[in-house]
């Protein structure tokens, strides 16, 4: 498989490199400097579309989201790795050929465990996701959350808006620790909820309970979204995902170390799949692969317990 990877020098798309160059395919690195293919995603994409025809798969990566990349890319099937709900939901529209919406930790993975959930329509899905702030992000990750300040829930599956980081429920993780999770944009209640008609909400907690706390602070005091970037990496780089059927209380989650490293994991997943899939359109991870497969992919970061 030759795979085309926008976006290869961060620390998910290094990731994904890394993975797909050990299962033998080929990847071809773009960038806005020498390197690699010269692909500048925020000026013309002239250049994209004779490459993505060079290559079975293009792979998103690099935190750039524009919704004519679906229409640029043409037939080759396009995997992104986005947790932006209103961004995947224009790039579905945008899709000629074949488009994964959401190939990563949350939504990626989490679709896959609340698609793997005993369900019916109806049902409330909560999805509880965990992230080590230990872990040094690139400034596309920081960007995202610092994006959903002063925000609503795109599409939530409420009758009235509801804000990110203003509410929230507590779980337990795989770590047996009870945590606080924050209300958080993550659209797994676009991409899947729709389709199965469930009303899935998602949070998100921090490693530690003071940042998860100064989370909470900043979604009701948006104008310091600037100290995100500014604040010290604490903790460790443990990561969880849980999905939970509120009715029955059947649940399904996945645990282990390295977000950036999972996420590269689950996205080569994708790609493989996505370069050989008959389905075509805008279609997301649990379309692509079982509950088995997106936990075997991330077996090998599982900490010990």
Same mark, same amino acid.
């Given at each position: ?31 806005? @400097? ?19 025809? *060079? ?13 004519? =990349?679906?229409?640029?890319? @043409? ?10 709900? @209103? ?22 993975? @989490?679709?896959? =465990? ?74 797994? #209640? ?23 706390? *100064? ?24 990561? #969880? ?65």
């Amino acid at each position: 498989m030759r795979a085309l990877l926008l976006g290869a020098r961060g620390a998910v798309g290094t990731a994904i490199r890394r993975e797909l160059e050990r299962e033998g395919h080929e990847v071809t690195s773009t960038g806005r @400097s020498v390197g690699g293919l010269v692909l500048d995603l925020h000026g013309d994409l002239a250049t994209l579309g004779p490459a993505a025809a *060079a290559h079975d798969v293009v792979i998103n990566a690099s935190g750039v989201e524009r919704a004519d =990349l679906g229409t640029v890319v @043409s037939t080759t099937p396009l995997v992104d790795i986005s947790a932006t709900g @209103s961004y995947l939901d224009a790039l579905r529209k945008s899709a000629r050929g074949t488009v994964v919406l959401g190939a990563g930790l949350a939504p990626g993975l @989490s679709t896959v =465990l609340v698609s793997a959930l005993d369900h019916r329509p109806g049902d409330d899905i909560d999805v509880f996701v965990m992230l080590g702030s230990g872990e040094h992000h690139g400034a596309a990750a920081v960007d995202w959350t610092a994006g959903l300040l002063g925000t609503d829930v795109h599409q939530s599956p409420e009758t009235t808006p509801i804000r990110n980081f203003h509410t929230g429920r507590r779980a337990t993780g795989p770590d047996g620790r009870r945590r606080l999770h924050l209300r958080a944009d993550f659209p797994d #209640h676009v991409l899947l909820g729709r389709e199965e008609q469930l009303a899935i909400r998602s949070y998100l907690a921090l490693g530690t309970a003071p940042e998860t706390l *100064a989370l909470a602070v900043l979604g009701r005091l948006p104008a310091l979204r600037g100290l995100l970037a500014a604040a010290p990496h604490l903790g460790g780089s443990d990561w #969880h995902v849980i999905a939970r059927n509120r009715r029955t209380g059947h649940q399904r989650e996945a645990f282990g170390t390295g977000q950036s490293e999972a996420t590269g994991h689950l996205a080569a997943l994708a790609a493989s799949r996505a370069a050989v899939t008959e389905r075509t359109g805008a279609i997301t991870m649990a379309d692509l692969v079982d509950v088995d497969a997106a936990m075997a992919s991330v077996e090998a970061l599982r900490p010990s317990r």
